[in-house]
């Protein structure tokens, strides 16, 4: 007999709130989930983007101080050949002129994916808003670039199993035979992808606002800067509820992860090569390298640019982020919504059948 | 007031009938519920848990309306399902500890009393292997803690004793009696094992195609419709029962080789010397003379036989 059996005793506590008790399925599912070793390791790689965009906020926040030789000063410390550093030195403090710094971007940077939006916007928006401009791009490269792939890989890593494991183990007679309902346990489960996704994009791109407030000159930056938290907050949501509905569904459509996790990465090339494969062949027609601008922005590869839920969460976090209209981006946002909307219709229908019968 | 009052309840999967015009009120203690496979045992527990809708009828369990509040109702239920379920990975405290988190008590609290409870059930060192590990029996086991450890009102039990050694299965029937007697809690223990019945239930619930064919306290089916006692015989049972009948007493041979004195419930000094009497006489030698009573087993048969013939004679 252990030494501190005292029988059997009556529980007389209070219990907790009824709203609260999804947490404790969004709890154990990231605690089980974060015991793989490949998980923990991407978490750890997740955060190293951070120290390269720091570095590129840190450069910015230089940059733009009047007396300001910082760019200069690196290219001559690295050795690089003077040619490159006299011409640096013509663009010295380009930040007080939005035409020089639209030209400098599209002429030094083309080619980093979407500095052709940077620049567009620099050379048509409020002169006084630079700084703003410029770190929303930063940080919408941030979400679209290293977090979005890297988040294909950690959602499907721990989100195939969260529910296919539970119908394996016939595990809803543990949850449902308990006063928890039907929703409460999707909204628990949806939770743990979400909170993943969080704390590798939301977290680390606040952490470097809060970082670039810190390198600005003083802190009013703060009052030119404000709305960029929200617009943080709202690529979140942007990406959370199509990922983790979509990831949710797929595992609740079989006993086997292994199978939701081919379905998750099957979705995402498929979608992203067929769209590729229209780049192309658009390319090929007009006889120019796919990556040109008139190849990208021609009518046939923004139509079939929906195919790719990647580009449709690129396109709306980038109307989030205040580069593209609305105009430009309804598809994609109609796109998505249709794809969290039936992921959840069916999740729901496919938690509440084992159930019924 | 009864825990349980169901009227008219039906229940239909599609073109499949589980639950046919099912009414039952059922009191404090401990009833088995029995039936052959397919007789709606389970969807009448999942009705119970809220866990299914009702086609017709209406009910209350545990004073909450069936069908409206199954939250409620679950919040005073303890279940402990026939099948394995529980999440790979965990360990078997960590799966009780989870159990009654969901049912709203605090984590530290969960787990002080998820460690109470598996002591209660005799689990040992073993609760801190990952439940895949596990034997059947310890499954069973945790099952069992996961479902009383928010100490809920009302407890069912769905094949409680299935894969347990006898001693396992006698210990935990032991708990089952003493969650009864000593805490004050109702149970509904849905299983094949008769003797498990006979052993612990005061009330007996037999379903056979989705209708109530059977519901009563198991001391009156246990007792026989006319008093008898039965002995055993090693020996001519033949002249036994000649001898028997000699000296005025109405004596028949059951299929077990017993023989049934009928007429009196009483083993009284007199009746025991008339059998020895007898038996010196045919030189046979006599074995536990008891009172006969009714076994569960024939009961359960002739129950469930009646109503398959009644059926095939409606159809």
């Avoid at chain 1, 796109?335 to 219709?345: C, D, F, K, Q, R």
């Avoid at chain 2, 999967?13 to 519920?33: C, F, H, K, P």
Wanted: hydrophobic share 45%.
């Amino acid at each position: 007999m252990p030494l501190h059996d005292v029988g059997y005793r009556k529980w007389q506590g209070q219990p907790t709130s009824q709203i609260s008790r999804f947490q404790i399925i969004t709890s154990t599912g990231i605690r089980l989930a974060s015991e793989s070793r490949w998980v923990r390791r991407m978490l750890f790689f997740a955060w190293l983007p951070v120290m390269y965009w720091g570095v590129g906020f840190f450069v910015i926040e230089r940059a733009m101080e009047s007396d300001s030789n910082i760019v200069t000063d690196t290219m001559e410390a690295a050795n690089l050949p003077p040619l490159a550093v006299a011409v640096a030195k013509q663009h010295t403090r380009p930040f007080n002129d939005p035409v020089k710094i639209s030209r400098l971007l599209r002429n030094q940077f083309q080619m980093i994916p979407q500095v052709e939006m940077l620049a567009f916007t620099i050379e048509t928006g409020d002169q006084t808003q630079t700084r703003n401009i410029v770190w929303r791009w930063l940080l919408m490269t941030f979400f679209r670039y290293p977090q979005a792939l890297l988040i294909l890989f950690l959602i499907g890593s721990i989100a195939p199993p969260l529910i296919s494991r539970d119908i394996r183990s016939r595990a809803f007679l543990l949850y449902f035979s308990r006063p928890i309902g039907k929703l409460e346990y999707i909204f628990g489960k949806l939770c743990v992808p979400m909170g993943f996704i969080v704390f590798v994009t939301t977290l680390p791109a606040l952490a470097l606002y809060v970082f670039a407030i810190l390198m600005s000159p003083d802190l009013s930056v703060f009052w030119a800067t404000w709305d960029i938290p929200i617009r943080i907050l709202l690529a979140t949501v942007a990406l959370v509820i199509p990922t983790a509905s979509l990831a949710l569904m797929l595992s609740s459509l079989t006993q086997e992860s292994r199978y939701a996790s081919f379905a998750w990465f099957t979705v995402w090339a498929l979608g992203h090569g067929a769209w590729v494969a229209v780049l192309f062949a658009t390319a090929i027609q007009l006889g120019r390298p796919p990556m040109y601008a008139v190849v990208m922005e021609s009518a046939t590869v923004k139509n079939w640019s929906v195919l790719s839920l990647y580009n449709n969460l690129g396109d709306v976090q980038a109307w989030i982020f205040g580069f593209v209209p609305f105009e430009d981006v309804w598809k994609g946002v109609v796109m998505l919504g249709a794809v969290s909307l039936v992921s959840l219709v069916v999740l729901y229908r496919r938690v509440a059948a084992p159930i019924g019968v | 007031m009864p825990l349980i009052s169901l009227t008219n309840i039906t229940k239909n999967y599609r073109s499949m009938r589980a639950l046919d015009d099912v009414s039952l009120e059922m009191d404090a203690g401990i009833t088995g519920l029995l039936g052959p496979n397919g007789a709606g045992k389970s969807t009448l527990i999942k009705l119970i848990l809220g866990l299914v809708k009702i086609s017709s009828g209406s009910g209350s369990i545990l004073g909450h309306r069936l069908g409206r509040d199954g939250r409620q109702i679950r919040n005073k239920i303890g279940y402990m399902p026939e099948d394995d379920c529980y999440i790979p990975g965990m360990s078997g405290v960590e799966v009780v500890q989870f159990s009654a988190c969901l049912a709203g008590l605090p984590q530290v609290e969960a787990l002080r009393r998820a460690h109470e409870i598996l002591d209660f059930c005799g689990m040992k060192q073993e609760r801190y292997r990952t439940i895949d590990t596990y034997s059947t029996g310890m499954r069973q086991k945790t099952k069992f803690a996961a479902a009383i450890v928010h100490d809920p009102e009302f407890l069912i039990f769905d094949e409680p004793t299935s894969g347990l050694d006898p001693e396992e299965r006698e210990a935990l029937l032991n708990r089952i009696k003493l969650l009864s007697r000593t805490a004050g809690k109702s149970v509904l223990i849905s299983t094949h094992i008769l003797p498990d019945v006979q052993a612990i239930c005061d009330d007996v619930l037999i379903l056979s195609q989705g209708k109530v064919v059977l519901k009563d306290r198991l001391e009156n089916l246990n007792r026989t419709t006319s008093p008898t006692i039965r002995f055993r015989v090693l020996g001519d049972a033949s002249l036994m029962m000649a001898c028997l009948t000699e000296q005025g007493l109405t004596a028949t041979q059951k299929f077990d080789g017993q023989i049934a004195l009928e007429g009196t419930h009483d083993v009284s000094d007199d009746l025991v010397e008339r059998i020895w009497s007898a038996a010196r006489t045919t030189g046979s030698t006599v074995q536990s003379i008891t009172p006969a009573r009714n076994s569960l087993e024939e009961i359960f048969l002739s129950t469930v036989n009646a109503t398959r013939e009644a059926t095939h004679a409606a159809s």
